[in-house]
């Protein structure tokens, strides 16, 4: 599950760190630089970081996007190698703001774009990339656990039974002594936010007697242990079944 999202978390470290190296060179531009120790070592860092995300665009793209990446990546390299003002660079060629934002603009959205695609993870082809050789495909099949249909379906109704609960506690929504549905509207937003309390406690209570059993029998560290240990199981299955 976690590999699944190393690549997207690497991919938003690149682009906060592109979005970074912009604030600084704007700075810079601007100003004339900062021409100080801290600042360089600012810039260093900054530079380093994108550097070390860089390989994301030319192993973790799909086929149809690899070149592509590849030229936005040697792009994106020039850009790191070609000095800010206030860096020592005897012979270089001078930054002009326009024609840095026009660059830094073209990359920024491609990294955006690469959001909406299916990256690949380590040890696994991106998507439309090399196959098996015998054929078979590399596409992970969901998970299907005996009984998780009808548990999700469950959990499912619970919850909109929870969320109808609320929204008709809320609004005033009651049974009367005969049997009928009366409704009483709140008066102002206390009235609004007293019966939105009520209706959140009722809850409460009725989820606390569900579990009073299992907090009777296992204590209340057990049972925060379990359901801790529930969600994540959730989860998961979430993720596994695809």
Not at 70 to 79: K, V
Not at 84 to 92: D, I, R
Not at 149 to 164: H, Y
Request: aromatic fraction near 8%; include cysteine; charged fraction near 20%.
């Amino acid at each position: 599950m976690w590999r699944g999202l190393c690549p997207r978390w690497r991919l938003r470290g690149l682009i906060a760190a592109w979005v970074a190296y912009r604030k600084e060179a704007a700075g810079r531009l601007g100003t004339g630089g900062e021409d100080s120790a801290a600042a360089g070592e600012r810039l260093l860092r900054l530079r380093a970081r994108i550097a070390q995300r860089l390989p994301l665009l030319t192993t973790a793209v799909p086929e149809p996007l690899r070149a592509e990446a590849r030229e936005q990546a040697a792009a994106i390299t020039e850009i790191l190698n070609r000095p800010l003002p206030g860096e020592a660079a005897p012979g270089a060629q001078p930054w002009d703001w326009e024609e840095f934002e026009s660059r830094w603009r073209a990359h920024f959205i491609f990294l955006h774009m690469l959001r909406g695609v299916r990256l690949a993870t380590a040890g696994a082809p991106a998507a439309g990339g090399l196959s098996v050789p015998n054929g078979l495909s590399r596409r992970r099949r969901p998970l299907r656990l005996p009984g998780a249909r009808w548990a999700g379906g469950l959990i499912r109704l619970a919850l909109l039974a929870a969320a109808a609960y609320i929204v008709a506690r809320t609004l005033g929504l009651r049974w009367d002594t005969a049997g009928r549905f009366v409704l009483e509207p709140p008066a102002g937003a206390e009235g609004w936010a007293r019966n939105l309390g009520l209706a959140v406690k009722g809850i409460g209570l009725a989820a606390a007697g569900l579990l009073a059993p299992v907090v009777a029998a296992y204590g209340a560290t057990v049972t925060v242990v379990l359901l801790a240990v529930l969600g994540v199981a959730l989860v998961c299955w979430r993720y596994l079944r695809g």
